[in-house]
């Protein structure tokens, strides 16, 4: 596992070693109705998505996987930025990230 950042972006690679993914299984991949895997997968591209981010097949081989999944980076409340993320301050040193889901307008904390 490696975490990459950006000012906009945080990046999650993992890698397994597994026997790799068929190409007829990368058609479906990340679907929910598919017989050659879990639901693990769709979970994670919906979460993704819903947070303005993505998931990917990087690369597959005899050796293994690579998947990636990007998301935005939450910014300071008050600055621009994409999404309804943002931080929050709360008089101590740690800072506390909230995330509006502007689908049913919860507040994660």
């Known amino acids: ?25 990368r058609a479906t991949l990340f679907e929910r109705k598919s017989q050659h895997h879990g639901l693990g997968l769709y979970l994670s591209r919906i979460l993704a998505n819903r947070y303005g981010g993505r998931i990917e097949l990087v690369e597959t081989g005899p050796d293994g996987s690579v998947f990636a999944v990007t998301l935005q980076r939450a910014t300071p409340e ?20 909230r995330n509006t889901d502007t689908d049913s307008g919860t507040t994660i904390r």
């Open 1 to 25: 596992m490696d975490v990459e950042t950006t000012p906009e972006t945080a990046t999650v690679t993992v890698a397994d070693n597994g026997p790799g993914i068929s190409a007829d299984t």
């Open 78 to 97: 008050g600055e621009s930025g994409d999404g309804a993320a943002g931080r929050e301050e709360t008089g101590t040193e740690r800072d506390t990230v």
